[in-house]
């Protein structure tokens, strides 16, 4: 939430700033584990650990003088404004935690005490730690030589089953479910090694696993916690490192950490925690927001969300780093790459920019500007077009803009890191997630799950690379949408598709619906040029399915 | 101190720890002050600002489970304890501090009640916070073109006159003193820019000024206060950046802060807050003990205490510097180049040893147990010996050894990385502070300022480079050694000579006597050849003169 629209909210809810009443505040101790997992859960990606702020705002009980002019303490806007501002969210973005039924009354008011109150501090996390949750569930040397399968494991779907904290390994070919396996708490993202082979999953309490895919039955076949919130994973994949090492990359305590690719066995650890890049503050949670790994060099790409800084992490020798900062552009995010693989492009989604990020020469090509309202890649599609040559695309969270950059400095020149598209999304707001495409694809796919308008939210939008212009919109099935019944009969909606993947040959899309917890949610498989829907994926184990990985275009960052 | 030695002094003071009755510690805000002012200038070095420990041990009120053990929180200690360690000091290395009358009764009892109290949260320093402290004095427009003096000024001598907060330029030839200029609080070092005409200081108050000595009379041109707490400042030296840019070391807040070299405008901070090196747990307090320019690279070795790590830290971009981070030992202090400038030697103290890092191949060449304790090299003395080839040597502060080093891989195979010589000084106990040698002299010299034997203290050592054994002790003459007296009539005994520097051509040593600041002190220059005293500079100007830097040695690395 931007700073100004926060002060417009708490203005609007009538509240004196400055007047508010100091209250004591008082938690029991079984109050105090509920509102940290909570904060944990829902608050703590957007406002930080330690409560600083980042894509939310500051939110610590003292006042606070920002460059960008004061924040009240949450003690002197106190626990009725708060209550609001949870209740209900706010227009910049704040979610409305008990009007989406996510959070009951009791919880809100319970949170509204909660933030008044000092950061509890985080814990950290030693190297021992770390080691104490490694287990190695299948030995390297009693894992197949060879696939065991006769299925096309290249063409695997892994499936990340958010909210019952479990991964589904899909057969592309005939949509059977291969295997389901466990998985650490909200996975994140999955990510392939070099070969494909390895499977890995981050979740968002800083659970690692490897899954061998070259089993009959693919199954974890090693774990550990590296830390207490992470979003990413990577592989080393430069030519002589394939499946060698995996890297972790972590919110809280905010570091890196490689590992052996196979047993996951810890190597190294390094904090991020440094001075942001442009004002020089000391940021203790400066977050790996992302991280990607070079197919062309023996480095790793990492996003540091608060300090604005890409780190070029050469891992040759993993016990003793090479770190190349480059200074960039806040709040980093996620990303993808060019065409090429030689730029690497990240959203900062405070500053509503894209950096473009030169691997080739180590440095920041460009910061681009993007017209949009929080730029969200996730990895962003790629274009190879008659006019622009090869241009990338991001969708945003805060508009309807799918904007389009060129990326080809060399024989494109007039059109490189320029926005050379600026597709409309029909209808008010923002609310994208994610687009993705194929190169064998005409179209670019784009959800809106966090649209708060029901049709919009509902419905995929298809976008001609060619054209660069939304040719179809797609409406699911109400038949998909169905509301769930929770054991009081209350009914939960299910939010509209969110994220795609293609198939291996990209003749296939696959999207998922954003159900809840309380019964199985489809997959829907459309023809990617005629749009028809081919197949529902509906198991009684698939339940939450999120982000779709197909093991083919995540090995070979196909987008 | 070492923990057991600790723990025997808790014992043999009676004290029985974990009975020792909780007391309700209450200090006014004056006395917050005075302790938090004594305790940065008398405690931190040793004991860190977070009270963690370093050289010595924890000092935080809790009880702490180490690697190496339990520690006794100071609450635990007590205050009757706590005043006894204060006051006496003890064998592990603990000055005493009351018994040497730097601190009144009161003075000690006031840090026995503070260090029972939480540590105080240290401030950051942001960039703009250094920034209001920077000036340029005198702007490079209007500084000499060439040198505006017909002295020798590469024969300078830089000295720290450390207690009046000043330095002093020395003219090496006639002796003169040429200008005194006002510097940080204590200065710690001096270094000389590539060509030799900036002269940098860094005082433990983080106060960098360069001073320009081509200046008729040389004056402090531009200053900033980078950091809290600092120890090291040194500059670029390789090819194409020579007097291009400074780089400041910080203990607090820990950090690497480069400047622009001849105004000192800041550049970039860097946070040295990471993992150690062994254990993997987060250090916020990973103090900058040390920092080397090399010749032959675009880079900066900095020694990295608490965690253990050497930075090899690539300046040719200095916003978007590349780190290559090196695990070696703990805790890493102070060293020097070899005679090939290839291999950096960096005592490791709590672990007794030295680490050697290969520069040409990035890497550790070795770690090697000296056999004395506490090694403290300052840089280090280097000889080109006729049968073991290029070794460098290093003093010891807890122990009488003075332990050379083969440092020849390619040609002396068999010595390289091994102790060749542990040559004993006479007498018991350590105390050696610094060694120097120049490569036209055939003797090292050697100080031993904090042994606590009056005779031992009071003279200095002269070892013969190719026997490789003390061959003469050098008392200083009586009339240099008297006390001086405090206004209420009390006597203060100065201590013997402390630190060696040669002139430019290594005919004359200079050493100063460790006085204090009632009265003028001494530097003797003696013949480095044939030992005799050939003049005392005295000067009502030259008050507490402790390190003494040669301007052509200096910018050399010749040591």
């Not at 009951?104 to 909660?114: F, G, P, Q, R, W």
Request: positive net charge; contains cysteine; hydrophobic residues 35%.
């Amino acid at each position: 939430m931007q700073l100004k629209k926060f002060f417009s909210v708490v203005a609007a809810i009538g509240v004196a700033v400055t007047l508010a009443q100091a209250e004591e505040i008082k938690l029991s101790k079984e109050e105090m584990a509920k509102a940290n997992k909570i904060y944990f859960d829902r608050c703590a990606g957007c406002h930080g650990m330690l409560r600083k702020g980042a894509l939310g705002p500051w939110i610590r009980p003292e006042h606070h003088k920002g460059k960008k002019g004061e924040v009240p303490g949450t003690k002197e806007l106190g626990t009725k404004a708060l209550v609001d501002i949870i209740y209900n969210g706010t227009p910049g973005g704040m979610p409305g935690w008990g009007k989406s039924g996510e959070l009951t009354k009791e919880e809100v008011e319970l949170m509204a005490k909660y933030v008044q109150l000092p950061p509890v501090a985080p814990p950290e996390k030693s190297l021992s730690d770390m080691k104490k949750s490694w287990k190695v569930l299948v030995p390297v040397s009693k894992r197949p030589k060879k696939p065991e399968t006769k299925r096309d494991w290249q063409n695997y779907f892994g499936v990340v089953l958010r909210d019952v904290g479990k991964i589904a390994i899909i057969d592309g070919v005939t949509k059977e479910v291969v295997s389901v396996v466990p998985s650490g708490f909200a996975t994140h993202i999955l990510r392939m090694s070099k070969s494909g082979r390895y499977m890995y999953a981050i979740g968002r309490d800083g659970k690692a696993e490897v899954i061998d895919l070259w089993m009959k039955k693919p199954q974890v076949v090693a774990e550990i916690r590296v830390c207490n919130d992470a979003r990413s994973i990577d592989t080393s994949k430069y030519k002589g490192y394939e499946d060698k090492y995996a890297v972790v990359g972590c919110y809280w305590p905010p570091s890196i950490v490689t590992l052996k690719g196979d047993t996951l066995e810890p190597i190294q650890i390094v904090s991020t925690a440094s001075y942001t890049y442009d004002t020089g503050e000391f940021t203790r949670e400066a977050r790996v927001a992302s991280i990607v790994a070079n197919h062309h060099k023996p480095e790793w790409v990492i996003n540091i969300k608060e300090t604005g800084q890409v780190w070029l992490y050469n891992y040759e020798d993993p016990r003793n780093p090479t770190i190349h900062m480059l200074m960039a552009e806040r709040y980093l995010h996620d990303g993808g790459w060019d065409l090429s693989k030689r730029y690497f492009l990240v959203a900062a989604n405070a500053r509503n920019k894209i950096v473009a990020v030169d691997t080739e020469k180590g440095k920041i090509a460009a910061i681009i500007p993007t017209g949009g309202v929080k730029p969200h890649p996730g990895r962003g599609a790629n274009i190879n077009h008659p006019k622009y040559g090869p241009i990338w695309c991001t969708g945003h969270i805060g508009s309807n803009d799918i904007v389009c950059i060129g990326t080809d400095p060399k024989n494109h020149p007039k059109y490189a890191w320029k926005v050379v598209a600026d597709i409309k999304l029909p209808g008010e707001g923002g609310g994208n997630l994610f687009i993705k495409t194929h190169p064998k694809c005409k179209y670019i796919f784009a959800d809106r799950p966090v649209n708060p308008n029901r049709k919009l939210q509902t419905q995929f939008y298809v976008i001609d690379k060619k054209s660069l212009k939304v040719v179809k919109t797609v409406p699911i099935p109400k038949e998909y949408l169905k509301p769930a019944k929770t054991k009081d009969g209350k009914e939960v909606k299910a939010r509209g598709p969110v994220h795609f993947e293609f198939n291996k040959d990209g003749t296939e899309v696959w999207t998922s619906i954003w159900g809840n917890k309380l019964e199985p949610t489809p997959i829907l498989v459309y023809d990617a040029n005629t749009l028809k829907l081919k197949k529902v994926i509906k198991d009684p184990r698939i339940i939450t399915p999120t982000g779709k990985f197909n093991v083919y275009n995540t090995m070979n960052d196909i987008y």
